[in-house]
Structures are given as structure tokens and as C-alpha cells.
């Protein structure tokens, strides 16, 4: 058969709404008038469905709130003295390991004496601030650098023990000690304590009678009153960080200041976030980069822009930066490369090499599965004026101000622990948290609703019709292949000829009915013959 008798064919038994029309108009000005119709809404319908493919190809998201209750972790607390070295340890070891520590020190205290202007000798470069600021800056950088010259063993010779600070513990109304801390060094506070590290403390009720409460000695001075600090710290008191399990507790950015002679109750509230994973989201749940860096720590978008800190810094001065993580074959930045270091602190000139846009520098990713803790805290003095502190059973009783062992009266010990500890509560204001979790937006089942409801709208098609389409996609393509070798020849008007069942069936049907209809003509004019004779004798 020809193409156009097999298009036309198609008109004949298609379930479209409109195609059949074609077909069966009863003039050529219906037929065009048909086939305008059918093209202007099929353009429109094809013009909706690539809408419909284009929105769910995108991958639209919401995020669905929810309010949820439940036993949430404890998270892992840690606690850093705002001073990170005892100058009585750093004079005992001014010969060997602290050597330039102390003499920095000493010098950066006659600085301080001379109302901050230029002393001499100045083997440190404390002379090069330009007003009080930067050589305060100056000094806390060149501290930190003097400390990362340092191993852990010597850091231990000059730093706070847990045994000595931590003098009161309870989590739950239990007695805690110092073994349930511990402890690692941090490049800005020396020696931190981290509570709950082994993620064996849980708590099942929410309040400020609940939780991990302590009482930690920061020790500006010893009841002698022999100073402890180091001239650089400028605040008497602790640093609180809290994150959930493996989490960088990044106390120089995220810690919460602790001040002495006061209760610092800190109260947690948590929220958890879900992402969708690719198509929906481009997050990820681990980096092997951020893993080398910071190992066995939960990945999260601020601790993957600290890697890539740490790797410009170390691009632009070939040594690593001794607060953040680093590679074990990078070189950590000492005292003499303090200019360089101080070069690169949040330059915001876009024009200058030190600048550091970390938009445009970084390729962080966020984490798939995140857990936020956010705290509000409120203060309180302690201990008050009559409150005899003890300390627990598990600390030499020296320290208790209800003896005069250490301290001349009660009142001078209550005045003493005023000025060097602080009191810090740390629990959950509510076990109700905040979940976050992103759903697709566009499902595979509304799109498909939505797809057949607009097709259905301006075509009339549904699942058969589209099929119908491929089936005849199928043999238009076979005819321009094999021609009529393939697709037999239906031909209408020769329908005994061409041997097509179809048309044949629809003739023999056609004649069955003509004789049917015969018949039925004789049998009408054989009843009127009778009924007439019947009126005849009747008469």
C-alpha cells in the first residue's frame, strides 16, 4: 500500500480525539479545517509536556518540617582555659622547651608596663604593631606559633592537668571525675577536656537539673597569689564548645565564653537535617580530602572550608597554619614565619594574592545528613557570698572552703574562687527537636498525573493512543525500509483483490446485511398481501 493510504488508515483506527475526524469529514474544507486543529493543539500539547520533562528533570525539592521527641545523644563537650599556659611552668622550664616562651613573655609584659609603647630588647618583633591593636594581635599570633614548636610532651610541662581544674563533677546528679575527660591540645588554648569523647553518657530528662555540672578552676592565681597567666590572655575564664559525636570542636571559633565568678548554664536544642542525594542534591556524607586532614571527624561544610584554608595558606607561605588540620607532610608554620601569617589574615582587597574567596576557592559540599546544636546560655553569679564551695571526693579536700588549710578564712576562700573558677551547666532545654528533611517536590507519579492529565486536555490521548503512535512510527519506518515487501497492500476500492481481512470482513458484513434486509422487505410486502385479502373477506 501507499504512505498515504497508510496514514490514512491510521486516521481510521486511532483512539485520539481528534484524529478520527480526518478521516470521516464530510468535505475538504472540514478535513484542512480538522487537520489545523489537530496541529494547533498538538503543538500545545507537546509544548506542555516538555514543560512538565524540563520541571521534573530539574529535581525540585521542599523541605518538610517537623517536630519529633525522642532520646537525643549527649553531645561531646569540651572546655578550655582562656589562658593556655601556667606562667609559674613556663619560668620552671625557661631553660630548656620554654625558653623563648618566657622571654617573649617577659617582654611582652614590659611592653604592657610601658603603656604599650616600644621597649628594648625586642627579640620578637613586638615593636612592628602599630598601635595597641595589632600588637595585641601580634602577641596572641606569636604565642600560638611559639606553642606549635612544641610536642605534646613539653606542651604537657606548661598546660593545666584535668585532675587540677576539673574540682567538682556531676552528670545526672552522679559524681564524675577527671577520668571522664579527655584530652587533647589545642593550638590557640593548650590543654582542652572533652567530656562524653567515648559517647557513653546519655541522659533521659530534659532541664537545668539534668545534664553535666562542674566547677573548674581557670587559676589566674594560686591562694599565694603568684600569677598564673600568661601577659597575652585578656579574659579570666573557660571556653565551652559543644558538638554532636566526632565533631571538630573548633573552640577558637565556636567556643562560648565562660566568665569567672559566674554559673554559666548552657542549654541545648538540636536540629537534624536531611538532604536528598544526587539527582536532587550534590551533598556527600565523608571526603577523603577533609578525612586526611581531619581524621576520624564528622564531616561538615565548615570543617571542609577549614581544609581549604589550610591548603591557601599553605600555597601562599609553604607552611600550615597550626589551628587547623593538616597533611603529615606539611611543615607547621613557627614564629618565624609570623609576617607571613599575619599577611593572610582576611585580606579584603580582591586585587591582593592574600585574598581568600571561599565562594569562588573552594568546592565544599554540604553534608547529606547534618546535626546542628544551638545553645543559649544565662549567667549567674558563683559562687555567692556565703557559699562554702567543696569540692568532690575524688580531689584533695585543700581547695574546700569549709578548712582553713589552704586559705586564711572562709570568706578570703569564697573570694579567691570568685576571681579563678567557674561554675558550667551544660543540658537540654527540651527532648523535642527540629527535623528538617528534604523530600522531592515532583514525583515520578506526579509528573506522570500530570503528563497524561495535559495530554488527555488537548489531545485526547492516553497510554493505547501513544502506543497506537508507535505502532505506526514502526511501520511508517518499515515502509521507507522494505517498501511493500513488508506492509501489505490495503487498497479500499480493491478490498476482494487485495486479500486485506479487514475489508473483506466489512464487505461480507455488508452483503449478510443486504440479504437480511431483503428478506425482511419480502416478508413486510407477504404480511400486506395477507392483511388485504383478509379485508376482502371481511367484507
Not at 136 to 141: K, V
Not at 350 to 376: F, G, H, Q, V
Not at 501 to 524: M, N, S
Request: aromatic share 12%; hydrophobic share 35%; glycine share 6%.
Amino acid at each position: 500500500m501507499s504512505l498515504r493510504v497508510l496514514l490514512y488508515d491510521f486516521t481510521d483506527w486511532s483512539s485520539a480525539g481528534g484524529i478520527p475526524q480526518i478521516a470521516y469529514a464530510i468535505s475538504a474544507s472540514f478535513r484542512i479545517a480538522w487537520i489545523v486543529v489537530c496541529i494547533a493543539l498538538m503543538g500545545v500539547g507537546v509544548y506542555q509536556a516538555f514543560m512538565i520533562l524540563t520541571k521534573f528533570f530539574s529535581y525540585p525539592s521542599i523541605i518538610v518540617p517537623a517536630l519529633q521527641y525522642g532520646a537525643i545523644d549527649f553531645p561531646e563537650v569540651t572546655i578550655c582555659n582562656s589562658n593556655p599556659l601556667r606562667f609559674d611552668l613556663v619560668t620552671k622550664h625557661k631553660n630548656d622547651a620554654y625558653k623563648d616562651i618566657y622571654n617573649w613573655a617577659n617582654q611582652y609584659a614590659a611592653m604592657q608596663a610601658a603603656n604599650w609603647s616600644e621597649i628594648s630588647p625586642d627579640d620578637y618583633g613586638i615593636n612592628k604593631g602599630t598601635d595597641r591593636y595589632d600588637k595585641t594581635i601580634r602577641g596572641r599570633e606569636t604565642i600560638v606559633l611559639l606553642m606549635a614548636a612544641l610536642s605534646d610532651a613539653e606542651l604537657k610541662q606548661g598546660t593545666y592537668e584535668a585532675a587540677s581544674i576539673v574540682r567538682n563533677c556531676n552528670f545526672n546528679n552522679a559524681e564524675c571525675n577527671a577520668s571522664a575527660f579527655s584530652t587533647y591540645y589545642d593550638a590557640t588554648y593548650g590543654a582542652c577536656y572533652t567530656f562524653n569523647y567515648n559517647n557513653v553518657y546519655q541522659t533521659q530528662r530534659a532541664g537545668s537539673n539534668y545534664g553535666l555540672h562542674l566547677l573548674m578552676l581557670v587559676n589566674q592565681m594560686n591562694p599565694k597569689g603568684d600569677r598564673l597567666f600568661m601577659p597575652t590572655t585578656d579574659a579570666a575564664g573557660a571556653y565551652i564548645s559543644t558538638k554532636p559525636k566526632g565533631g571538630d570542636p573548633a573552640v577558637e571559633t565556636y567556643g562560648i565564653g565562660a566568665p569567672v565568678g559566674q554559673n554559666t548554664q548552657i542549654g541545648l536544642t538540636y536540629t537534624k537535617i536531611s538532604r536528598l542525594k544526587k539527582p536532587y542534591n550534590d551533598c556527600t556524607d565523608d571526603d577523603e580530602e577533609v578525612d586526611l586532614y581531619y581524621p576520624n571527624k564528622t564531616y561538615t561544610y565548615d570543617l571542609c572550608l577549614r581544609v581549604c584554608r589550610q591548603k591557601f595558606i599553605y600555597e601562599k607561605i609553604g607552611c600550615a597554619d597550626p589551628r587547623y588540620g593538616m597533611l603529615p607532610n606539611m611543615t607547621k608554620c613557627v614564629f618565624e614565619n609570623l609576617n607571613d601569617l599575619l599577611k593572610l589574615r582576611d585580606d579584603q582587597n580582591k586585587s591582593s594574592p592574600y585574598y581568600w574567596d571561599p565562594d569562588t576557592m573552594c568546592t565544599c559540599k554540604l553534608p547529606c545528613a547534618e546535626t546542628n546544636i544551638a545553645t543559649t546560655f544565662t549567667l549567674a553569679k558563683a559562687p555567692t557570698n556565703y557559699f562554702s564551695v567543696m569540692n568532690n571526693r575524688y580531689v584533695p579536700t585543700s581547695y574546700n572552703c569549709y578548712t582553713t588549710s589552704t586559705f586564711g578564712s572562709t570568706n578570703s576562700c569564697i573570694a579567691w574562687y570568685q576571681q579563678n573558677s567557674v561554675v558550667v551547666s551544660v543540658y537540654f532545654e527540651t527532648f523535642d527537636f527540629d527535623s528538617l528533611e528534604e523530600t522531592p517536590s515532583y514525583s515520578m507519579s506526579i509528573m506522570l498525573n500530570e503528563f497524561g492529565g495535559q495530554l488527555g486536555l488537548w489531545l485526547g490521548f492516553s497510554i493505547i493512543t501513544i502506543i497506537e503512535c508507535c505502532c505506526l512510527v514502526v511501520m511508517v519506518c518499515l515502509y521507507a525500509i522494505f517498501g511493500r515487501k513488508v506492509v501489505r497492500r490495503v487498497n479500499p476500492e480493491g478490498a476482494h483483490e487485495s486479500g486485506d481481512w479487514r475489508i473483506t470482513d466489512v464487505h461480507g458484513l455488508r452483503d449478510e446485511l443486504d440479504i437480511h434486509e431483503y428478506l425482511d422487505r419480502q416478508k413486510a410486502r407477504q404480511y400486506m398481501a395477507r392483511m388485504r385479502e383478509n379485508g376482502v373477506k371481511n367484507e
